[in-house]
Antibody
Framework: QLQLQESGPGLVKASETLSLTCSVS??????????WAWIRQSPGKGLEWIGS???????FYNPSLRGRVTISIDTSKNQFSLRLTSVTAADAAVYYC????????????????WGQGLLVSVSS | QSVLTQPPSVSGAPGQRVIISCIGS?????????VHWYQQVPGAAPKVLIS???NRPSGVPDRFFGSKSGTSASLAITGLQAEDEADYYC???????????FGGGTKLTVL
């Protein structure tokens, strides 16, 4: 059974870089059948898609994050990572990693498996 | 304010039917992009209830129905049960924003 598990620091200082890792078990991230994504949830902004990648190294990022985000993968460890630079209080949220089945139309993607989430706070 | 607009809350008695709306625009739902629905109970991650406007993944009770028309979509829950008390979110793609978006969420209270 597929499991996704987020890991990383629960506290990041403002202006610094947030780095999180998602470990995947029960399935391989190097697959043509799924995208892998990061999503966050904060009280103020609700659920927000951060970015997705496909094994071919195709990545999609939310333009609202203005180039601060990078998603990378380590197929040897079956993990993918999120890097968010220049964090502010607005980046405090629960961060989820998720899986998205490849659809006939890419823009019709949804998220069919989620990690349990990791709460990240930002200190000033 | 979310691009996909949902009522903040709905409520119903056990056994009743409730409908949660998701109102979009011509750049998302109205453009023909699929709408998906998620259920989130407190302390847990969202779980997909409806994909591709109307499809129920395996394991989702047939009390949950998704529909879409024009620039809006709806989630209907029939035979309301106490365990249905949760937050519900719609999700679609927006071509103006070039991003997958979620609605603001609707809290369902079972009276």
């Amino acid at each position: 059974q597929l499991q996704l598990q987020e890991s990383g620091p629960g506290l990041v200082k403002a202006s610094e870089t947030l780095s999180l890792t998602c470990s995947v078990s029960g399935g391989f991230i190097r697959t043509t059948s799924y995208y892998w994504a990061w999503i966050r949830q904060s009280p103020g902004k609700g659920l927000e898609w951060i970015g997705s990648f496909y094994y071919s190294a195709t990545t999609f990022y939310n333009p609202s994050l203005r180039g601060r985000v990078t998603i990378s993968i380590d197929t040897s460890k079956n993990q993918f990572s999120l890097r968010l630079t220049s964090v502010t209080a607005a980046d405090a949220a629960v961060y989820y990693c998720a899986r998205s089945p490849v659809e006939m139309a890419t823009n019709d993607n949804y998220f069919d498996a989620w990690g349990q989430g990791l709460l990240v706070s930002v200190s000033s | 304010q979310s691009v996909l607009t949902q009522p903040p809350s709905v409520s119903g008695a056990p056994g009743q039917r409730v409908i949660i709306s998701c109102i979009g625009s011509s750049s998302n739902i109205g453009a023909g992009y699929d709408v998906h629905w998620y259920q989130q109970v407190p302390g847990a991650a969202p779980k997909v209830l409806i994909s591709g406007n109307t499809n129920r993944p395996s394991g989702v009770p047939d009390r949950f129905f998704g529909s879409k028309s024009g620039t809006s979509a709806s989630l209907a829950i029939t035979g309301l049960q106490a365990e249905d008390e949760a937050d519900y979110y719609c999700q679609s793609y927006d071509s103006d924003l070039s991003a997958w978006l979620f609605g603001g969420g609707t809290k369902l209270t079972v009276l």
